[in-house]
C-alpha cells in the first residue's frame, strides 16, 4: 500500500466503525440569558454587559472604551472621597433608618438616586421626584457608534455636578436631559443603579390618577399630573424585588391639588426622608403640603438647611440632633437664614462632618441635620389635611454651584 493510500484507508475505516453505532446528536448549544434592561445599565455606566451579544459589541467601539476608563476613575474617586464617608456616617448616626426595610421618601431630588440608597440603604421602596421628565426608556441597542458616544458624553456632563457637588443644577438639568437620544432622568436612574451593585430585572412607566392609583399600562405620552417610572432591582445575592419610583410632578401646593401623588405616597408610609439641595421650597407658604407629609409621614429625616425650616420641629415630637457648621445659605438664597439654627449650632456642639454636602458643599462648611420622631406609643399622626392658608409663592429660584 502506497502512501497515498494509507492516508485514505483511515477515514474510510472510521466511516465503516461508525456506521454500525446509532446517531448521536449533537449537544444543544447553551441558551444566552440575557437581561436588556440591566445590560443597557450596565452599559450606560460603563460597566461590561453580561450577555446580550449586541451589547458586547457596542463595548468594542473606543467611544464605549474612553467612557468605561471615565468613569471607572471618576467614580472610585467618588466613592473614596465622598460615597463611603456618607454611608459610613449613616451607618454611624442613623443605624435604624439606615437599616430600615420600608419606603424612603426623597423630595425635589431629581434622579439622585445615589444619595437616597447612601442613606437608606436597605428600602424596599423609593420615591423620588422632581420636575424633569422621565424621558424614553433607554435602547442603545439601536444608536449608531457616532450617536452613542456623543449620547455617553453627554452622560458625562448631566452627571458632572452631582459627582462634583454632590447636588444636580436645576437649570442645567433642564438643558442636559431634553433634545438627546438618552434623554430624561432614566439613564442617570440607570447609571446611579447599576454603579451602586444593583441588578436592574424591569422598568414601566406608571401613572397616578386623582385618588393615588398606580397604572402601569402608562406610555411616555400618558397624560398625567404624576408620571413616572417604576424600576424593580435586585441587591446583590438576593432574590428579593425592591421598587424605586420616580415621578415628574409639580409638588407646589397647587400642583399637589391636581395630581394623587401625596395619596400614593401616604400609602407607601410611614418611612423615612431626606432632603438636600431644594432650593429652601419648604420655607415658603406654597409649598406647606409636602412640608406638612413629610412632618407627620416620616420617622427619621435627614436634611441640610435647605429642607424643612427648624422652627417647625416642635420638641414635644422630635430630636434634633446637628451636624457639621451652619455658616448660613450661598449668597443666591440669603434670604433663607435661620436664627434659630444658628443658634442650635452654638449651643449644641455639633459633631464635625468628614464630608461635604448641599450647596456649601466644601468640607467643613456643610450643614446636616437628624429628626428623628419621638416615640409615641404607636405610628406616626395620620397625615393632615391641605392647609388652608398659603402664602403667596415667589419665583422659583434656580440653585448653582457657588465656590465659597
Known amino acids: 500500500m502506497n502512501r497515498n493510500n494509507t492516508f485514505v484507508a483511515i477515514p474510510l475505516f472510521a466511516c465503516l466503525l ?20 440591566n445590560d443597557t445599565a450596565r452599559l450606560l455606566a460603563g460597566m461590561a454587559p453580561s450577555a446580550d451579544p449586541t451589547m458586547v459589541a457596542l463595548t468594542k467601539e473606543s467611544a464605549w472604551q474612553q467612557h468605561a476608563k471615565y468613569f471607572d476613575t471618576a467614580w472610585a474617586r467618588l466613592e473614596k472621597t465622598q460615597i463611603s464617608k456618607v454611608r459610613n456616617w449613616a451607618e454611624t448616626n442613623i443605624p435604624e433608618a439606615f437599616a430600615a426595610t420600608g419606603t424612603a421618601f426623597y423630595m425635589f431630588s431629581g434622579p439622585d438616586f445615589l444619595y437616597a440608597n447612601t442613606f437608606f440603604s436597605q428600602a424596599s421602596t423609593y420615591v423620588l421626584c422632581g420636575m424633569e421628565p422621565t424621558g424614553a426608556i433607554p435602547d442603545v441597542a439601536n444608536l449608531t457608534p457616532k450617536v452613542l458616544g456623543g449620547e455617553l458624553h453627554s452622560l458625562q456632563e448631566s452627571l458632572n455636578s452631582v459627582m462634583n457637588y454632590s447636588f444636580f443644577i436645576t437649570k442645567k438639568m433642564k438643558d442636559d436631559f431634553q433634545n438627546h437620544s438618552l434623554s430624561g432622568t432614566l439613564p442617570v436612574l440607570y447609571i446611579f443603579l447599576a454603579r451602586s451593585g444593583l441588578t436592574l430585572t424591569d422598568v414601566s412607566y406608571v401613572s397616578l390618577d386623582e385618588t393615588g392609583t398606580p397604572h402601569t399600562d402608562a406610555t411616555r405620552n400618558t397624560k398625567s399630573s404624576a408620571l413616572g417610572v417604576c424600576i424593580h432591582f435586585l441587591a446583590s445575592g438576593s432574590t428579593t424585588k425592591r421598587t424605586l419610583y420616580y415621578f415628574s410632578t409639580d409638588i407646589s401646593d397647587g400642583g399637589l391639588k391636581r395630581s394623587g401623588f401625596l395619596k400614593f405616597c401616604q400609602g407607601l408610609g410611614p418611612g423615612n426622608s431626606c432632603v438636600k439641595s431644594a432650593s429652601y421650597l419648604m420655607h415658603e407658604g406654597n409649598f406647606s403640603t409636602i412640608r406638612g407629609f413629610l412632618l407627620e409621614n416620616t420617622g427619621t429625616l435627614v436634611q441640610d438647611d435647605s429642607g424643612i425650616p427648624v422652627s417647625f420641629f416642635t420638641p414635644e415630637v422630635w430630636q434634633m440632633r446637628y451636624f457639621g457648621a451652619y455658616p448660613g445659605p450661598i449668597s443666591l438664597f440669603k434670604n433663607c437664614n435661620q436664627p434659630k439654627l444658628t443658634e442650635a449650632y452654638r449651643t449644641s456642639h455639633p459633631e464635625p462632618l468628614t464630608f461635604g454636602i448641599g450647596y456649601r458643599h466644601h468640607a467643613g462648611e456643610s450643614t446636616l441635620m437628624v429628626a428623628t420622631r419621638k416615640p409615641a406609643g404607636g405610628n406616626p399622626p395620620p397625615p393632615a389635611t391641605t392647609p388652608t392658608n398659603v402664602a403667596a ?6 440653585p448653582r454651584a457657588e465656590n465659597q
Open 18 to 37: 461508525s456506521a454500525g453505532l446509532p446517531a448521536q446528536d449533537a449537544a444543544p448549544a447553551p441558551q444566552v440569558v440575557t437581561n436588556p434592561t
Open 393 to 398: 409663592p415667589r419665583a422659583l429660584i434656580v
